[in-house]
């Protein structure tokens, strides 16, 4: 071991390992050799021009490698992959090499001018774009079939040849970024720039949104305070709050979108082009011509994927949608004869039975979640869409209507079909908090714990084998790829998406809902950044300007909260008591006043700038300049 | 005369007057002497670079000016104003000196590349950038003072020194687009190209848009047709009647994106950035430097124009609905009073008695629109705005928000308010047939019968002097110097948007205006066409890209239409007849109607894209070149 090591810093000094890749054990040699020669071969033979070594461990049958690159290619990477980086006078440009000397901290030996976490992301994006020329198939595996174009890692995720590649942690760094992150008691904002250099932007995106998210939270839980201490009643009272609530929520929707342009401006994704990037290496198509760069890649008819989603993916949702609701009406059959049967015979059996058709429900619940997601990405990767972000907000958006569906059926149907506030404010506080403690539990605590178990015992077998206090590099690759995959913030989105739901939908309900969230997304902020730091292997930075499909989520349920808290208002007996004679002014008025605050919402939203006015200048001045240049060619 | 215009064309062959300059009879001649030099001067020095000949007249006191440019600059300034030409390879770019040779159809001989409409948009452009420099006042005015940065010209207009600045007619080219717009009995599309040619690109929009509302319409008035014919009452039918229009109208708005995306790209405006332009004349502040394109030009804080629009604009626009409707309600009041007067007494005078609120009623609003009007004028000129485009559009909208209210309030107060719908389908048709009858008389008709008397009275004069046939250019430039000026598409866009209304608010109540509508429009195409070729100055060509806030205009009318629609099935006997026993149910299933169309509506126009697949590639593939010649820079 430590001679294979001696052996790389002796021959390749500056070989920095950056990306493991690993083969499945029984990989055969013939398949390793012509994979790692594509991966290093010339760009010109159609290679990545990367460099690669074997880690050799003490277990011969691994086939695992490290990869890294020089520094030239690690900058002619970061302009082929569109980086975007500050100059010497304060502007953000697209990087290119033959124009690096203007830039910011650049300088020939500086080897920080790109962070670790684009690095990684360059060599990610090269291995990716590997595609095959002439080869039929993957060499040794005959059923394994390529055709010009097709993406090579791809084909060998898909079999099963290739298990997996990570980045690398920096170990130094995660301990500097893990101290000011969550290291010590203090009260303030995250380190979002650190996390972004570590983690990339759509991490640190989603954790500006965390916490921008909890402050904006605050005011609501601060006014809902008093309603419970004082147990306040007065329809007035609701009135305001919930007005203030609606309003408010609008705004804070607004202000995210310009905080979020001045974070991707900063952080230089604002001026990335990203469509302009090649395909994913999901997207398959005929080789053929881009229209719009001129490059050579896949194409794929827009018709057909059109065709695709409004004719299968589309119908498949509404009619999944539908199955779940038909499911809902079950459990509350089951529900109200359970209810009589305990009534008729009441023994400790009925009283047991009680509880059966809510377990039910929840396992049939937990097991349509499952299913729907993986036809859900089944269908969006059938779609086949050229960008990541388009496949990304595809399935968000699929996957998104079916848990806000199963979520608040329930609560829509205690609402407005059996009117019984009383359950609705009881439902709401169980689901609110029991998915908040669960939520926590199951996503960070306990892979934490299991991860804390799984390292002591690693080293302990390691410290049986020899008494090296630090943990070498070999011991650091078999850590980690041993550690679980974070699989993209869809998960916590949603979290939040569903925590937006309870607090502004029944806000009037039940305007303790704010406390509860503000409080758990505080502990929420230091067990996501635990779960990042501890528990999951490091993820490729993707670098991102907004928080796409979600920015429309959020938006929506503020629409849809509207019209819910005005019914509720509508509903409650203290309105009600000030129409006496009319239900039907009662109506009318309720019908009047939620259109009004629907109009003062859409005109706020389109009143309210997205961009700073700072930006704004500096993104028409970038695009002035590039239309002169254009002139000048 | 004769000899003045041999003058010219022995010492400057190529001269050709495009604009005409008319200062005023007694202006001093050193002003005189300092304008021209200035328009003649060099860039260098400050000047527009321009040709500028007097046009001697018998009438020595006139001061008229023919402005013209050579060749040269005209492609100079065809650069500076941004320009987008067609290239060889069919891709549109903007237009450059240095790349004129990669332009279709460009010869250094062929003084047809710009059409004569877009040289006189470019002289007019020069003219109206002519910005004082050291100069304190106008020469031989000392009141009218002058700052660094200030528009010259448009301080001689508001000095009463220049009294008008005009492009010239192009007999030729005027009787071939008469002949193949209007002058043949033809059933097809208006020659929008030749429009767009000759007029400029918001004309021909507008005339594009008023066929393309014209053939949108048609649906809506074949199915309207049978309501009237065959006297259906039935409750389905008007339902499905009002569903249908209320999806086509945001159909139809969403189609017109893409067409007037389609018709922008292939005139070049789509691509033009007019917000890098320089500033409108009107624009004043101290003299900076722009952020974004680093040029010298006048800067005026934004927050001061925010601040004046939200803290002076938009609380008088507020107070003037008020008092509309509180106007309104005096004449409602006034109505009744003659009623009952008329009731108590009946005599000829209480006859005439009757028709007197109505008379004050018209008279009122005429005024009070009048006022309006010229207040929005001087408060969105006060805002300040730097782009015409947006200075447009608030007055747009502050006229458009006073109209909407004068034209429908009374309809409204008669349909929800008074819950008389025969009087509403009485008030309607009356409305929607005067006002368009009223509309082409005074818009074309009576203008035209004048602009024919006119000339006919001039060609008696000019005959008695001079026996020649065809008329010089003298006689024309003093004709059209006499015609009426062209205030721009305003009113013609606010006539089809009250249309719009007509047909759209209560088109459940009176299915045939759609007909009316359609029957006006074609009428109208030919009566405004005949507007712009004969009773009309030229009006100068403006680049535009879209019917800008119109669009919006559009778009809340067919929000509000749904609202209004859902609220009069609700209301009609019929619909009441299928709930006998709850009124609430009705007001609820009403609602839930209309949020449902109001959601299908935002989803459809979320999904249908504004800009078809094409025109979205060809700004893409713009785009990335761009980009690309910035890197490379």
Known sequence: MAESWSFLDTFETNFRPLVVVELAKGAKEETVEWFTKRIVDKKANGGAQLLVKPL?????????????????????????????????????????????????????????????????????????????????????????????????????????????????????????????WYGRVKVGYQPLDEIRCYFGETIALYFGFLEYFTFALIPMAVIGIPYYVFAWEDYDKYVMFATFNLLWSTVILEVWKRICAILAYRWGTLLMKRQFEEPRPGFHGVLGINPVTGREEPVYSSIKRQIRIYLVSLPFVCLCLYFSLYVMMIYFDLEKWALDYHEENESNFSNLMLFVPSIIYAVVIEIMNRIYRYAAEFLTSWENHRLESSYQNHLILKVLVFNFLNCFASLFYIAFVLFDMKLLRQSLATLLVTSQILNQFAESLLPYWLQKRHKKRMKKRVCSLKTDTDLSLVEQVNMEKEMGTYFGTFDDYLELFLQFGYVSLFSCVYPLAAVFAVLNNITEMYSDALKMCRVYKRPFAEPTANIGVWQLAFETMSVISVVTNCILIGMSPQVNALFPDSKMDLILTVALVEHLLLAIKFIMAFVIPDKPRDIQIKLAKLEFESLEALKQQ
């Open 56 to 180: 050799v461990t003490e277990n011969r049958d691994e086939n695992i490698y490290l990869v890294g690159a020089s520094h030239l290619r690690l900058l002619l990477g970061a302009e082929t992959v569109g980086l975007v980086k500050e100059c010497n006078d304060n502007s953000m440009r697209s990087f290119t090499y033959s124009s690096r000397k203007t830039f910011k901290d650049f300088a020939d030996d500086n080897h920080n001018f790109l962070t670790m976490a684009e690095c990684q992301y360059i060599i990610k994006h090269e291995l990716e774009n590997l595609r095959a020329k002439d080869e039929k198939m993957i060499p040794g595996y005959p059923q394994a079939k390529l055709y010009p174009g097709k993406s090579i890692v791809r084909r060998l995720l898909t079999s099963g040849i290739l298990i997996q590649i990570f980045p690398l942690h920096d170990t130094e760094e995660l301990k500097k970024l893990r101290h000011s």
